[in-house]
């Protein structure tokens, strides 16, 4: 048993280690969030869903840059220490969400700001590409005995806090200022608020200690070598974009897609939907902490069968239902249903794949499967969305897309061997 003292020094390392990825996270969902109108300031076009489109890819665009962030700072962070990674994205992190904050408009410098806004995109995911597997491996070496699985679920957690505060401010921010000025400059406000917290998460940070699981490694491995290693167990690699791919495609469904969702397709109030992403960042933080607890118990894997099947049978049909006479009751009860299959099957999935990982590449194998996931298939939800919306006319596709993601996260627990010391670098 942990005595007292104990106890507290892990709940503030919890804390300290999952502020960065707060930051991440919030400035993702504030772009997700207000992509019609950072389309309006940089991205001018002929009509609405092509502004909407350049914005969403730009968003997108950023994921694209997290398996390269995963190699490089996934490899610094192996030889180097969780605490030297953890710094260095936090400061990355810093510089691109500064760049977009402050980036004056088209109309006042022309085709240099949706250029600077793509570069600083590109530069937030380039150290997003670190940031959730540098978190998630943190945790997991400083979790007690027959724990870790609670204690790798506030990665998670942590984004939902950043959710709820992001939607939180946007509720305010449309109840005191009228549609035109948010259009114009209010959506700039979030990401000042976000700028604006940056001292305090660098003074969280560097206060951390470097996990006794690392220090007790003799040998650290070079970048060359840790690149043979990930190229050794590709299949690893593969098996654990596999089972991200449910999780991501979920949780920016259901996050950063909803308010676009709501009021561009469902054509509620920007107000409702921002309710909405509100309730579902608090429903996921209840869930995301008691399933990993459950996993614990009961082992990962039964869960991540479970809930990719109930995902396969009811995300379509759930969407057919919404899209039949929207409302913000109805989208609500979506919305938090999905949320409940998200953060189930995510409370069991983050730590079962730091499980499979190789020790010895834990933290650049975890975030390059994690960074290729978000990549290929997570990221560009939003976009994907409403481009099969735009092609087909029908509205409730996103229930389609929803369930290929379970199918390839139901796949991938069949197939994921969940004993990591079994794997052999090369």
Request: glycine residues 10%; charged residues 10%.
């Amino acid at each position: 048993m942990l005595s007292t003292s104990d106890r507290n020094a892990k709940i503030w390392s919890v804390l300290r280690v999952s502020s960065g990825n707060f930051l991440e996270m919030y400035d993702f969902m504030v772009f997700g969030y207000y992509a019609s109108a950072i389309g309006a300031a940089f991205f001018p076009a002929g009509n609405p869903f092509s502004s909407l489109m350049f914005s969403l890819m730009t968003f997108g665009a950023g994921f694209l840059m997290r398996p390269f962030g995963a190699i490089m700072l996934g490899a610094y962070t192996d030889k180097h220490g969780r605490r030297a990674g953890l710094l260095l994205t936090l400061s990355l992190m810093s510089v691109g969400i500064f760049s977009i904050a402050c980036m004056p408009g088209y109309a006042t410098i022309g085709l240099l700001a949706p250029l600077f806004v793509l570069l600083g995109r590109l530069l937030q995911g380039f150290s997003a590409g670190m940031e959730l597997g540098g978190v998630s491996v943190y945790l997991s070496e400083i979790a007690t005995p027959g724990h870790k699985g609670f204690y790798v679920s506030w990665q998670s957690g942590s984004q939902q806090v950043a959710v709820m505060f992001a939607a939180l401010v946007g509720v305010l921010l449309n109840a005191i200022l009228p549609a035109q000025k948010m259009t114009v400059w209010g959506w700039r406000v979030p990401l000042l608020l976000g700028c604006a917290i940056i001292p305090l998460l660098f003074q969280l940070r560097r206060s951390l200690q470097e996990t006794t699981e690392f220090v007790a490694h003799k040998h650290h491995p070079s970048t060359s070598e840790i690149l043979r290693s990930l190229l050794a167990n590709w299949r690893t690699v593969v098996i654990g974009t596999m089972l991200v791919t449910m999780t991501t495609v979920s949780f920016y469904m259901i996050t950063a897609y909803t308010p676009t969702f709501g009021s561009s397709v469902l054509k509620l109030a920007n107000r409702d939907s921002l309710i909405v992403t509100l309730c579902v960042g608090a429903s996921n933080l209840c869930w995301l902490p008691v399933m990993g607890a459950l996993s614990d118990r009961t082992g990962r894997r039964p869960l991540l069968l479970v809930f990719t099947v109930v995902t396969l049978l009811t995300a379509y049909p759930a969407m057919l239902w919404l899209v039949h006479a929207p409302s913000f009751g109805r989208l609500l009860t979506l919305e938090l249903w999905l949320s409940c299959l998200f953060g189930s099957y995510n409370g069991a999935m983050v730590v079962f794949l730091t499980e499979i990982m190789p020790t010895n590449v834990r933290t650049s194998g975890f975030s390059l499967a994690y960074s290729l996931a978000t990549a290929i298939f997570g990221g560009f939800t939003p976009a994907i969305s409403t481009y099969l919306i735009h092609l087909t006319g029908n509205r409730a596709i996103p229930g389609l897309w929803l369930s290929f993601a379970a199918g390839c996260g139901f796949l991938a627990a069949l197939l994921a061997e969940p004993q990591a010391t079994a794997v052999q670098a090369a």
